[in-house]
C-alpha cells in the first residue's frame, strides 16, 4: 500500500512490457526531470499478456507504421547491452517468420512484401517450389506462395524483456506499486488523481493507459469509450517424433502457427470472428487442438502426425475490437490522458518503440522519430478503422 496520497508527473496503469518500456524511456530521456509512477496490479506477472505471450518480432506487416515500429524494436533487441549495460540478454533466436498465402492470397502477400521492401525489410518471396526446396518437410499443396523474413525477426524471452525494463527504470527512479486503478478523479478537462482499491490517491500530472487487456475498462473509469477487450489465445507445446528440423515461424493460410521452442514446438490457432469474444478466464479447451490445430499442422507438415501435447496455456490479447491494430497517443479532449493500447498480439514488439513514441510526447508534446498520429484516438471516435492485414 502507497501512503494515502501523493503526487507524480507522470502514472502509468500497467507495468507489463508496454508500460515499462514507456517507463524506462521516460527515466532514461535526459530531457525529463519528473518521476513516474507505475500501478500494477499483479506483481508476479503471471497472467499478463507479455509473459504468456508467443514472444516474438517480425518486420512482415502491411502498414508503414508498423513495419517502422517493429524494425526500431529489432534494432533495439540488437543492441541490447548498450541500452542496459553488459550481460543484458533475452535468448533471441533471430530464425525468420515464414508467411504462406494461398493462390488466392497471392497478390495481397506480394504487395505487402513489395511494401516492406520499401522500408528495407529483408525479405523473400518464394514460389511453392522454392518453399519445397528450402523446406522439404514442408507440403507445398494448395498454396500460392510465400514470404520468408531473412533477417531481423524470431523471437525472444518475454520475462527476460520485462525485467530488464523494470529493473534499470527503478534503477533510474521509477516507482512501481502494488494496486489496481478503481477511478480517477477528474478537474475539467484534465484527469487529476488516481484512485486505487487500498485507498490510495495519486495526483497526477499525465496518465497512461498501458493496462493490457484491463485498457478499456480503465479508460471507462475516465469517462472515455475505448474499443480495447481481452480475447483469450490458447499456446499448446508439442514433441513430434520425428523433427522436422530447424524451422521460422510458419503462419499458414488458415491463421495456424508453429514454431520451434527447445527441443519442442509451440503453436496455436485464432478463432474465427463469430466465435471470438471478450473472455478473461484462463482455462485451456484441449478438444482446440485435437479438432482445429492438428488435422491443419499434420496436412502443412506431415512429420506432425505423430505428435503429443505435452503442456499449453492460456493468454490475452489486448484486442482492439475496431481494426486490430494500436492506439496510441492523447485523447484529443481529456488533455493528460495518453493510451498505449489495443495491439491485437503485436503489444510485446511494438513495445520498445511505442515506449520512446509515448516519452517523446510527455516530454516534447510531438513525435520525434515515428509518426504514429495514425494510430491516435481521433480514428476510433471517428469510426474509422486503419486495418493491418497480417494479423496472427
Known amino acids: 500500500m502507497i501512503e494515502p496520497s501523493r503526487t507524480c508527473d507522470v502514472v502509468i496503469v500497467g507495468g507489463a512490457a508496454v508500460g515499462s518500456a514507456v517507463a524506462w524511456f521516460l527515466a532514461s530521456n535526459p530531457d525529463f526531470d519528473g518521476s513516474v509512477l507505475v500501478v500494477e496490479k499483479d506483481p508476479t506477472y503471471a497472467r499478463c499478456s507479455t509473459t504468456l505471450s508467443a514472444a516474438s518480432i517480425r518486420q512482415q506487416f502491411s502498414t508503414p507504421e508498423n513495419i517502422r515500429m517493429s524494425r526500431f524494436g ?6 541490447l547491452e548498450g541500452h542496459f549495460g553488459p550481460g543484458a540478454d533475452i535468448g533471441f533466436h533471430q530464425q525468420g517468420y515464414l508467411l504462406l498465402a494461398s493462390p488466392e492470397g497471392l497478390g495481397i502477400l506480394e504487395a505487402n512484401v513489395g511494401l516492406q521492401h520499401d522500408f528495407g525489410v529483408d525479405v523473400a518471396l518464394l514460389s511453392p517450389a522454392a518453399l519445397a526446396e528450402r523446406f522439404p518437410w514442408l507440403a507445398v499443396d494448395g498454396l500460392g506462395g510465400g514470404a520468408l523474413g531473412l533477417s531481423g525477426e524470431g523471437w525472444f524471452d518475454p520475462w527476460g524483456l520485462l525485467e530488464l525494463f523494470r529493473k534499470d527504470s527503478r534503477a533510474r527512479g521509477v516507482d512501481y506499486v502494488h494496486g489496481e486503478v478503481v477511478g480517477f478523479g477528474r478537474d475539467g478537462s484534465r484527469i487529476a488523481s488516481v484512485e486505487l482499491a487500498d485507498g490510495g490517491r495519486i495526483a497526477c500530472g499525465a ?3 498501458a493496462a493490457g487487456p484491463g485498457a478499456g475498462k480503465v479508460a471507462a473509469m475516465a469517462g472515455v469509450p475505448l474499443p480495447v477487450e481481452p480475447r483469450k489465445r490458447f499456446v499448446f507445446v508439442i514433441d513430434c517424433r520425428v523433427p522436422p528440423g530447424p524451422c521460422p515461424l510458419v503462419v499458414d493460410p488458415s491463421g495456424l502457427y508453429f514454431r520451434p521452442e527447445g527441443a519442442r514446438y509451440i503453436t496455436g490457432l485464432s478463432p474465427e470472428d463469430a466465435e471470438d469474444g471478450p473472455c478473461e478466464d484462463f482455462d485451456v479447451d484441449h478438444s482446440w487442438f485435437e479438432d482445429r490445430i492438428w488435422p491443419a499442422l499434420a496436412a502443412r507438415v506431415p512429420a506432425f502426425e505423430a505428435v503429443k501435447v505435452t503442456g499449453a496455456w492460456a ?12 492506439i496510441v497517443g492523447p485523447h484529443p479532449e481529456v488533455e493528460n490522458l495518453l493510451f498505449a493500447n489495443g495491439f491485437s498480439g503485436h503489444g510485446l514488439q511494438q513495445a520498445p518503440a511505442v515506449g520512446r513514441a509515448i516519452s517523446e510526447l510527455v516530454v516534447h508534446g510531438r513525435y520525434l522519430s515515428i509518426d504514429l498520429a495514425r494510430f491516435g484516438y481521433e480514428r476510433i471516435a471517428a469510426n474509422r478503422p486503419l486495418r493491418e492485414i497480417n494479423v496472427i
Open 74 to 79: 529489432f534494432d533495439f533487441l540488437r543492441d
Open 315 to 326: 493468454g490475452h490479447y489486448d484486442y482492439n475490437t475496431l481494426d486490430q491494430n494500436a
Open 207 to 209: 496518465i497512461v493507459n
